[in-house]
T-cell receptor, first 112, second 110 residues
């Protein structure tokens, strides 16, 4: 089954404790992206990747890191999480970035 | 960067009525205009999309219209049903990857 998976689905952590949210897709898509969703603010792009070893900042990259060492995986790293990063995070992938995006199930992160 | 204005932010309609959501975009090179539906607690999913070489596309009760001169596109839902209640996002892309609007919360009142 073609899908985008994210782990964990839910995470409660404390300020400053490094964490990684994994994202994997099995559709051989070149393009992958991370969004955060907050009430009233829609989907804001954090980082995206057009292909392996190519990453670019989105609209809200501060406090986040990403890597794209393999085509199927695009982890999101929070080196030192802060409470303002409490949010719902979605990973998405698509063919070349200008076509339908397939979203993962979301990760709800709470930083205390 | 590129952006898209989406209106209204909330919309309530009676079951059976029509709903219209409009988006205005900034990049005149845009050529792909999708609409996503996000039900409560779920991920956004594509419901319909249109490319710049057509002006209108329909799929049962939903339709999208595109006016490239005015740089706006709209989602039309006819004969609304309670299961249409969700948040709807417009998006566009051209020289950049997809840019999303802030969303419209549609409530269909039975």
């Amino acid at each position: 089954e073609a899908q985008v998976t994210q782990n964990p689905r839910y995470l409660i952590t404390v300020t400053g404790k490094k964490l990684t949210v994994t994202c994997s897709q099995n559709m051989n898509h070149e393009y992958m992206s991370w969004y955060r969703q907050d009430p009233g603010l829609g989907l804001r792009q954090i980082y995206y990747s057009m292909n392996v070893e190519v990453t670019d900042k989105g609209d809200v990259p501060e406090g986040y890191k990403v890597s794209r060492k393999e085509k199927r995986n695009f982890p999101l790293i929070l080196e030192s999480p802060s409470p303002n990063q409490t949010s719902l995070y979605f990973c998405a992938s698509s063919f070349q970035g200008r076509n339908e995006q397939f979203f993962g199930p979301g990760t709800r992160l709470t930083v205390l | 960067g590129e952006n898209v204005e989406q209106h209204p932010s909330t919309l309530s309609v009676q079951e059976g009525d029509s709903a219209v959501i409009k988006c205005t975009y900034s990049d005149s090179a845009s050529n792909y205009f999708p609409w996503y539906k996000q039900e409560l607690g779920k991920r956004p999913q594509l419901i319909i999309d249109i490319r710049s070489n057509v002006g209108e596309k329909k799929d049962q009760r939903i339709a999208v219209t595109l006016n490239k001169t005015a740089k706006h596109f709209s989602l039309h839902i006819t004969e609304t049903q309670p299961e249409d209640s969700a948040v709807y996002f417009c998006a566009f892309s051209g020289n950049t990857p997809l840019v999303f609007g802030k969303g419209t919360r549609l409530s269909v009142i039975a």
